[in-house]
């Protein structure tokens, strides 16, 4: 065996597991890294579904104050839904029990009353003991520095782009005054 060819196969082997490793951290670096169930109770995989879109998550209710969101959420998705946007919408009863419904009595309130034809997930748990994995890396100081913190009520909205949050807003801020938001994101 020649001098060299062993430092060039270790090398080499070392090569390979870096990029496997780096590899591994950049596939899990994005937000939307979770298996989730649909409102429809399909299995998804939001960043192999949605991470090359700009997505809205959205936890929301159909007995709030700010339901009516429903309405201006609609309008965006249709508005930007073929420039590479989408919005999810994530019932929650974290609040108040505002979100007391099935997943199907839900897909039901949403589709009858403000026609949503976003996709809408399975209802989960956003805050607490028994919050979801995806909550939780959305509000978490390790995976989401800049926008960590409980979700403080419903319709609150985190923007992802290239699997990481962007920008989160509050339930007071509505869908039409994060249009100039998402118009800039789908350019």
Same mark, same amino acid.
């Given at each position: 065996m020649p001098r060299f060819a062993l430092p060039a196969v270790a090398i080499a082997a070392m090569l390979a597991v870096?990029?496997?490793?780096?590899?591994?951290?950049?596939?899990?670096?994005?937000? *939307?890294n979770h298996d989730m169930?649909?409102?429809?109770?399909?299995?998804?995989? &939001?960043?192999? =579904?949605?991470g090359k879109k700009?997505? *809205?998550?959205? #936890?929301?209710?159909?007995?709030?104050?700010?339901?009516k969101q429903y309405k201006g &959420?609609?309008? &965006?998705?249709?508005?930007?839904k073929d420039k590479n +946007?989408?919005?999810?919408?994530?019932?929650? #009863?974290? +609040?108040?029990?505002?979100?007391?419904?099935?997943?199907?009595?839900?897909?039901q309130f949403c589709s009858s009353k403000y026609n949503v034809t976003f996709p809408m997930l399975s209802k989960v748990s956003v805050k607490?003991?028994?919050?979801?994995? &995806?909550?939780?890396?959305? =509000?978490?100081k390790e995976t989401n520095p800049k926008?960590?913190?409980?979700?403080?009520? #419903? +319709?609150?909205?985190f923007l992802v782009i290239d699997g990481k949050v962007e920008a989160r807003y509050p339930?007071?801020?509505?869908?039409?005054?994060i249009d100039a938001d998402v118009a800039k994101a789908t350019k």
């Open positions: 870096a990029t496997v490793s780096f590899a591994a951290k950049k596939e899990s670096a994005s937000v *939307l169930k649909t409102i429809e109770g399909k299995d998804v995989n &939001l960043d192999k =579904t949605y700009v997505v *809205l998550l959205v #936890n929301v209710a159909s007995r709030c104050g700010y339901t &959420l609609q309008a &965006l998705y249709e508005k930007y +946007f989408v919005i999810i919408g994530v019932p929650a #009863n974290n +609040f108040g029990g505002q979100e007391p419904g099935s997943d199907e009595q839900i897909a607490g003991e028994d919050i979801c994995d &995806l909550y939780k890396t959305l =509000t978490s926008h960590a913190g409980d979700v403080k009520w #419903n +319709f609150e909205k339930s007071k801020v509505t869908p039409e005054d």
